[in-house]
């Protein structure tokens, strides 16, 4: 924050006014004249509290944007506000899990699930990696299938190669055809295999490997599928599906399963409001509210131009329309949210309770903005005492610090 904006009275215009007070001062003592005096304690003193305001307005604008904030958690038109949240609940999270998307519609959902989807995977015999070569020595062609595309991959076998080492040619080969299929070297010790595996599940990712030229596929025995790629197969609400894909969504996808294991047991997928999230945000808006209340208490007399009581005067119309939800301004002008009392009500009456934070907060917003835009100075004086002949018009910390200052000037001269 600018310290110079803090004040629209210019400076010079308060130091002349005191040069002035200090003048009648001189021609009214019975002392003799005054030929000089210090404005270092004038200046001193205009410091602090400019220094002093301006922390404070940080404070003050900080405080009032965390209320905003808290606020706007209960503002419907946010998509991914506390009152849109909701929340996906497993009778059995181990088989299946869910998550809900902002405003999904509650329900409950009956699933079963007879197989997960998985991926084709073949893999070669457990061999010892300084083992001879099983390829035949020269070049080699084979062809990698998925669906209607295939591919023609090489390989060349030297005579001198081991069993790991041409594993680890056929690997790279694989891997350079960019076909949706990865190959990997397993190691046991000595021992090592070659695994070849879809990238995704699903009947449709089934994959063949055809020796062309040569017999490196039938040697290293790639060709028959160790796992056979399937889709998930399972019922919702008593109706067959199929998935190619361990997740599908429900609700025009505001709602996503994932699968885990087989369950032929039925799992309970039930789709509700979270009310535990806000709860916790309405604890959220309460303890703000009453920290920027307990701020602006505490620093009155520092903002005490400012019409700052407009947030207890909005708290106070909520009133009759929170207390029912367990929400109460006390006496001090706190706010206390019980809640037990909280969860009944909103358990009993959910849109009444969103009805009443919609406006409370619609008009901590609209408060929180007029704070925001007034000027910085308007902090200081007000339009009319700043316009006055007389700088001890207003009570006001700031005016007071004339009033002080003048007292040391004045003092000062008598000593001299």
Do not use: C
């Not at 457990?126 to 084979?142: L, T």
């Not at 008593?238 to 399963?257: A, C, K, P, Y």
Request: proline share 4%; charged share 20%; glycine share 4%.
């Amino acid at each position: 924050m600018r310290l110079d904006r803090v004040n629209h009275t210019p400076f010079s215009h308060r130091v002349g006014r005191y040069h002035f007070q200090m003048a009648q001062a001189r021609l009214n003592t019975p002392v003799e004249p005054v030929f000089t005096y210090s404005l270092q304690p004038f200046y001193a003193r205009q410091q602090e509290w400019v220094t002093e305001l301006s922390h404070s307005l940080s404070r003050l604008y900080r405080f009032s944007a965390e209320l905003d904030e808290a606020a706007r958690e209960f503002d419907p038109a946010r998509k991914n506000s506390a009152v849109n949240k909701r929340m996906a609940m497993s009778s059995h999270p181990e088989a299946a899990t869910a998550n809900a998307l902002p405003e999904a519609v509650s329900a409950t959902y009956e699933l079963s699930v007879y197989k997960l989807a998985t991926g084709q995977t073949n893999r070669s015999p457990w061999g010892h990696r300084d083992a001879s070569n099983p390829v035949q020595a020269g070049h080699q062609e084979f062809t990698l299938s998925i669906g209607e595309q295939e591919k023609i991959l090489t390989l060349y076998s030297a005579p001198s190669d081991t069993y790991g080492s041409v594993l680890r040619r056929m690997a790279a080969a694989i891997n350079q055809s960019q076909m949706g299929v990865t190959a990997r070297m397993e190691t046991n010790h000595e021992q090592q295999s070659l695994v070849v595996q879809t990238t995704l599940t699903g009947a449709k990712q089934a994959f063949t490997l055809r020796d062309r030229v040569g017999n490196s596929i039938r040697a290293l025995g790639l060709q028959q599928a160790e796992t056979p790629a399937g889709d998930a197969e399972f019922s919702l609400n008593h109706l067959r599906q199929h998935s190619q894909t361990n997740q599908f969504t429900i609700e025009n996808g505001q709602v996503r399963v994932s699968l885990h294991q087989v369950s032929r047991e039925p799992i309970r997928i039930e789709i509700v409001r979270d009310t535990d999230h806000m709860l916790q945000q309405s604890k959220t808006l309460v303890h703000r509210y009453n920290r920027l209340l307990a701020f602006l208490n505490e620093h009155q007399d520092v903002l005490a131009t400012q019409k700052l009581d407009t947030f207890q005067r909005v708290a106070r119309a909520a009133e009759g329309r929170l207390r029912p939800f367990g929400i109460e301004l006390l006496s001090n002008g706190e706010l206390s949210l019980n809640e037990s009392a909280w969860r009944e009500a909103v358990d009993m009456d959910y849109v009444g309770f969103t009805d009443a934070m919609k406006g409370l907060t619609r008009q901590f917003r609209e408060e929180t903005l007029q704070l925001q835009k007034a000027p910085l100075g308007s902090y200081s004086r007000s339009h009319e005492e700043t316009q006055s002949d007389n700088p001890y018009i207003s009570q006001s910390w700031s005016s007071l610090h004339y009033l002080y200052t003048a007292k040391t000037g004045l003092f000062l001269d008598l000593l001299w």
